[in-house]
């Protein structure tokens, strides 16, 4: 929006309306008009939140329909701060009653355009409610409100030698990331949200309150019933609000030593994958850069890597029990034709060692500027992974793509950080087929077309590949019963 | 060199918390609020082991004043590997007035009681922000001080410390015994591992009274009042144009403020209103 046309057009008239329209005409979705939510309702929804717990405003709306990934803004009707899960379900009731859709909003920190309202609606922002309740140490379990991000409760729980190792990257709201199912690095040791959540607090889209696996119950296992918390989990909000997790702890290590080590082939860096992980060594965090990606990196954090495949490696442990992960992996990756191990124990260093990893993101951007970039996602058995990337570099050069590649090599998983002109369409629609494409050579490889950052918005088409559609029915038909009136973040995932 | 470290540690509402004044004035709600141990005090600890792990200190002693909680704190300390602690026991009244000054006194007196060659403390509690404690302890003690430290380095007979003053880095060397006052790029404290809490449990934790030490707790300091900082004034939508604005002058007219004209989503000079851009709210 420049800054000329409203100083030109206020001094022409000084109508409300036609300072409104300019700034409206320069944004790039249509806000509609006319608002879908009658002002009673409106006035029912502060009632309940306070008046301060709903908003309108242009601006606010526009923050709320939109997340870190490449999709364009959706904005909802309203904007609702509920405070307890009494507001959430009163809110549930009277958006219920007045077949209004429903999108749960975190941080804001999804990859697949999940809080997008495709059909206005009212957007719960569950910010408020933030407080980590029931914090059992010697049950290693807590149970944390919506509000309350991973960075956040790690910090909660420095002094008791406990953390909660998912680390999707972002600071992210950790019910947000149950309803995910996010991952991150070291899921390979550790899991992701579907192994370490026990329970869930869930408002249905009638405002039932629902505790997944029963009111408190925190055990580490169960064979009670069916299994409602993993449901949940990873359902992106069409199936209800999460309100309250509870999630499973783990100690922090005693000791971490850091490494990295450079190959000549993709192959060699991913067979070192599989051998260390068949030796059984318990690595916390393995990730594969390739020559292009480590090539960026040393461009950026003016770094000398040799630009070649390489694996970013991390041991968690007893002193002593490091000694041993780190020269039995050192066996494996020489005798792949590895380069030496560069490692590191102590935190200074071992962050200058994983800065090439740590600042990936920035120094793919970096390799074009003024370019937008997508990150794609896919899941593949460990053993079919050399093949994959190999086809997937070729695929890149093939249609003149810029494509830098990350990965969690332990599980599997990849990214390909596509860069992208947005203002190309060209480009942006190749960049689209070529997405298209990878997910559909990970679909042969009995993949999944994602393996972190959930469908969204941009691959139902694939999710219905992926599982056929006989799964694909019962999905709905859960989905049908939970939600007949489909309020729940409509148009997302199925 | 091989000598007796005293690493003060205080504990204070978590630094996470949103803080929340009584509604009688006389404090900030403490009761059912998470407290832990203030991060520079864990920056000392920190550094105070890696010195004993160097070989160049041989006892890392933790000191807390304060009630019966205070024990946990020095746990933590404990975890991150100090060798025992002291819990100068001060409650009540006394408590809520105890300060920098009666503090210093406390450690001036351990110091000398244990022996101690260097005495570590965070530059300042998160909650006072007095940044004294440090400074009158080795005033009391007539020790050499090396304060803001960045970094602390054993050279011959005493220390060499970088401080980070307003124009840069200083190195000062100073003589031991001394006292150290830590800033927060020294070092980045570790986290208390399960088994090293389960180890802390078996170390010792002395407790003494101030009055043992022959430290008298009077405060000069009286307690006034303590209120919110002024409340954000709620936004006001305004009407009018620059040019018809009460307040702006001429020569303000047309400057932008980020941006923006006053009084079009930028910030009114006359600081009475939040401004908002008409046609959003």
Partial sequence: MTFNWVRRISKLSRWQGAFQSCIFSCKRYSVQEQCRVPSSVVEAFRAVTGSDGVSMGTAVREQHGKDESVHSCRPPDVVVWPRSVEEVSALARLCHQHSLPMIPFGTGTGLEGGVGALKGGVCFDLQKMDRVLDFHAEDFDVTVEPGVTRTRLNSYLRDSGLWFPVDPGADASLCGMAATSASGTNAVRYGTMRENVMNLEVVLSDGTIVHTAGKGRRTRKTAAGYNLTNLFVGSEGTLGIITKATLRLYGIPEAVVSAVCSFSSVQAAVDSTVQILQCGIPIARIEFLDDVMIDACNRYSKLSYPVSPTLFLEFHGSERSLEEQVSLAEEITKANSGSDFSWAKDQETRSRLWKARHDAWYAALAIRPRCKAYSTDVCVPISRLPQIIVETKQDLTQNRLTGPIAGHVGDGNFHCLMLLDPTDPDEVQRVQEFTDRLARRALAMDGSCTGEHGVGLGKRALLREEVGPLCMGVMEGVKASLDPQNLMNPGKVL | ?281
């Fill in chain 2, 1 to 281: 060199m091989s000598g007796r470290v005293l690493v003060g540690v205080k504990r204070v509402i978590d630094y996470a918390v949103k803080i929340r004044v009584k509604p009688d004035k006389t404090g900030v709600v403490t009761d059912g609020v998470k407290h832990s141990m203030n991060p520079f005090c864990e920056i000392a600890v920190e550094e105070a082991v890696r010195l004993r792990e160097k070989k160049l200190m041989k006892e890392v002693i933790a000191v807390s004043c304060g009630p019966q909680q205070c024990q946990e704190t020095i746990r933590t300390a404990l975890a991150m590997g100090a060798d025992r602690g002291i819990h100068v026991e001060v409650s009540g009244k006394d408590y809520e007035n105890l300060g920098p000054l009666q503090v210093s006194k406390i450690m001036a007196a351990l110091a000398k009681k244990e022996e101690a060659s260097l005495v570590i403390v965070g530059k300042q509690a998160i909650d006072g922000d007095c940044n004294q404690t440090g400074q009158m302890t080795a005033a009391l003690l007539d020790w050499p001080q090396g304060t803001f430290a960045s970094e602390v380095s054993v050279d011959g007979d005493g220390l060499k410390v970088e401080r980070e003053i307003d124009g840069g880095l200083e190195s000062v060397r100073i003589k031991m015994p001394a006292v150290v006052t830590t800033d927060l790029r020294l070092n980045e404290p570790r986290y208390a591992t399960l088994p090293n809490i389960m180890k802390a449990k078996k170390k010792k934790i002395a407790s003494v009274k101030p009055a043992d030490l022959g430290v008298e707790l009077t405060s000069r300091l009286e307690i006034l009042a303590v209120e919110d900082p002024p409340q954000r004034q709620s936004g006001v939508k305004v009407e009018h144009l620059v040019e018809d604005c009460p307040v702006a002058s001429p020569s303000t007219l047309g400057i932008e403020v980020g941006g923006v004209l006053c009084c079009r989503g930028g910030t009114c000079l006359s600081s009475q209103y939040t401004v908002i851009t008409a046609g959003l709210d």
